[in-house]
């Protein structure tokens, strides 16, 4: 799922310093089970920014509203309604959530609530780690279905560094050493073979060099 | 003699290692390197070691290439991407530099510019292969050079890694990415880097030992609890602690350390991380002098 994070209160409030009536849009996908900008959170944010500016002695009027997924259009147009009566809008949705707002409410500003931080997994309750960086190119076949483009600090392709100690990562000691997981996953599934081939540098033309990715599918285009 | 040819003659080869300066005053490096002149066989430069900015490897290269050092010159993967580095490859041959060292590199979050974008465009081991492809003509793309490099090239191990196994397999790969001589980490266990190199004597390839100067018991314990592979033992620990010359125990535990293992690699390479005033009385000791 992606995994986001909500941004502090002090940097929401300076966002929306000028601003008197606020729509804050939660999204029920991805930022709702990872408790970021769910319809709880929706309630939790618009009263801490009620609070906060009575504090400042400024006036707010907040209006909450939560759908099943800010990234698809059919879903946005819910807002249709509810947009115009208001000045600002805050996404508690990921990036692509509050861009989908822009785009269907251009006279409006859309501000972004949350940070979104990265496509992860919940490892227990309250803990969530990377395990995807979208490369565009999955090698898990040859890594025994552990990421290296996501779970080793430098990213390589062909066995560690030689920084971790003791299995944790050179930069971090709460950080599994990736390369010291796929060394003990490919053992146990016998294929240490994997180790010994040398795998190429990334076609970056085709993964992750910048230029904005786009799938065209027209076996499904209407 | 060129590095290449040392080793193919079956010399001992002696490096050390030095670091630029942090700006443009080269004047402290160059004194360093001037009082390893016929000491050792070659200078090392490290490429922004520990993820530290400063004056660039490839250009405190040149430098003491024009004062006639033989120099091996460290590229990492850390800050370049795949055309950079293959430039500066290319740049260092058309300087006269051959010997390259080819790091993966500490992560930027290590150094002095913890925001600084980590690129690793390439790991070592493509970046080995690439070198190698450079030297045959062609770049990464298949595009056909001008004159290709003329390159020596080398790598790291880790002879006291653990687990052991996924390093011997990267220096498997290293080797038949183009790799032809190692620089390993600091040697303490003797008795490991004995096995190390006995179990890739196959490979054909030129190990230097890496000795670091021990400075104090601290630095030791310190060594002990942050570096991979690094595992001083105790009586070598104690006897750095309760030397009242500090300077002289450490040219004692290195001698102590190079005389045991010297028939198990074709050359020493320093790293004295300052303490490089005391690598010709080791290399004396040792009956090495050039």
């Known amino acids: 799922m992606i995994v986001g994070e909500r941004k502090p209160i002090k940097e929401i409030l300076e966002m929306i310093d000028k601003f008197e009536k606020v729509l804050v849009v939660g999204c029920g996908t991805c930022v709702a089970v990872c408790f970021a900008g769910g319809e709880k959170q929706v309630k939790v944010l618009s009263s801490a920014l009620r609070i906060a500016r009575k504090i400042q002695g400024k006036n707010v009027i907040i209006s909450e509203f939560t759908i099943e997924r800010q990234c698809e259009k059919e879903f946005v147009e819910e807002l249709k309604e509810l947009v115009p009566k208001h000045d600002v809008i805050i996404s508690l949705a990921c990036g692509i959530g509050a861009q989908t707002l822009t785009e269907n409410f251009p006279e409006k500003i859309t501000l972004p609530g949350l940070n979104t931080t990265f496509i992860g997994a919940p490892l227990e309750h309250g803990i969530w780690a990377e395990r995807c960086r979208s490369c565009g190119d999955c090698i898990l076949d040859l890594t025994g279905g552990i990421c290296p483009i996501a779970r080793c600090s430098k990213s390589l392709l062909n066995g560690p560094c030689g920084g971790s100690k003791n299995g944790k990562c050179e930069v971090d000691q709460e950080i599994d050493c990736a390369w010291q997981l796929i060394y003990k996953r490919l053992k146990q599934i016998e294929r240490i073979d994997l180790l010994s081939e040398i795998i190429p540098p990334r076609e970056r033309s085709k993964t992750d060099n910048g230029i904005p990715r786009k799938i065209v599918r027209e076996d499904l285009m209407i | ?290």
Not at chain 2, 118 to 128: G, I
Not at chain 2, 188 to 200: S, V, W
């Open chain 2, 1 to 290: 003699m060129s590095l290449r040819e040392l080793f193919e003659k079956r010399k001992f080869v002696l490096t050390a290692e030095i670091e630029p300066p942090k700006g443009t005053d080269v004047s402290k490096f160059l004194e360093t390197a001037e009082s390893l002149k016929g000491k050792v066989d070659g200078i090392n430069v490290t490429d922004q070691q520990s993820a530290v900015m400063r004056l660039g490897s490839l250009a405190a290269c040149h430098l003491l290439r024009d004062k006639g050092f033989e120099v091996i010159y460290q590229i990492t993967c850390r800050d370049r991407n795949r055309i950079a580095l293959q430039s500066d490859l290319l740049s260092a041959a058309v300087l006269g530099i051959e010997n390259v060292l080819i790091l993966t590199g500490d992560h930027p979050c290590l150094g002095d510019h913890p925001d600084a974008k980590a690129v690793f465009d390439l790991d070592s081991v493509q970046l080995l292969k690439v070198a190698k492809s450079l030297g045959e003509g062609h770049d990464i793309a298949g595009n056909e050079l001008k004159k290709a490099p003329k390159l020596f090239l080398g790598a790291a191990l880790n002879p006291c890694a653990d687990p052991l196994e996924p390093e011997f397999i990267k220096t498997e790969k290293k080797v038949k990415a183009g790799a032809s001589f190692f620089q390993t980490q600091a040697v303490y266990d003797t008795e490991r880097f004995k096995q190390f190199t006995e179990n890739i004597k196959h490979l054909n390839v030129f190990i230097m030992a890496g000795i670091v100067l021990l400075k104090s018991a601290k630095m030791a314990r310190y060594m002990n609890e942050k570096i991979a592979g690094v595992n001083i033992p105790d009586p070598i620990i104690e006897r750095i602690e309760k030397a009242d010359d500090k300077r002289k125990e450490s040219i004692e535990i290195s001698v102590s350390i190079i005389k045991e293992i010297q028939k198990f690699c074709h050359g020493i390479h320093f790293m004295a991380l300052g303490w490089e005033e005391l690598i010709p009385e080791i290399i004396t000791r040792l009956n090495l002098t050039k």
